[in-house]
């Protein structure tokens, strides 16, 4: 079922982290209790190439990338994956972005990825309450030590490990 309005809430939720984020998000309801699955088609401010775009998201600890060629083709084989890897509730603490259905056409660039709807806030939650309470005012040293304690980017498949 399509959510009622464009855009879905998705977009001005971004919004008010980076106001100046120039987006439009539609959604989809569909009964899953697993995950979401986001698709994007963004405008970057200059052209790039493919690789260009899998270093920047490789640059983040946080974004997993996956390969549909490694049998991970839809929401349901990447938390059985988390189960093999023996992570508590087989969560997904990073956001799995499908490197090798990525595209990018000159300056326009066109992925998915998938967001566990329970284990993606744990990492930030962790790194909000540091940072509340003093325990740990360096933002980069918070992330590593979470990102230790639940073997945050412990996994890669296939192509995603060069």
Do not use: C
């Amino acid at each position: 079922m399509p959510e009622p309005e464009i855009p879905s809430h998705q977009g001005p939720d971004a919004q008010s982290v980076d106001p100046d984020l120039d987006v439009i998000t539609m959604a989809v309801k569909v009964p899953q209790t697993l995950a979401h699955l986001h698709y994007w088609a963004v405008r970057m401010p200059r052209k790039a190439s493919k690789d260009e775009v899998l270093a920047a998201f490789r640059a983040s600890s946080r974004i997993a990338l996956i390969r549909m060629a490694d049998g991970l083709d839809a929401l349901n084989p990447v938390k059985e994956m988390m189960a093999d890897l023996g992570r508590p509730n087989d969560s997904l603490y990073e956001v799995a972005l499908w490197e090798d259905m990525l595209k990018v056409e000159g300056d326009e660039l066109f992925y998915a990825y998938m967001v566990d709807n329970q284990a993606i806030v744990i990492p930030e939650t962790i790194d909000a309450i540091r940072a509340l309470t003093g325990a740990e005012p360096d933002g980069a040293a918070s992330i590593a030590r979470t990102n230790a304690a639940l073997g945050v980017g412990a996994f890669t498949t296939g192509a995603s490990a060069q």
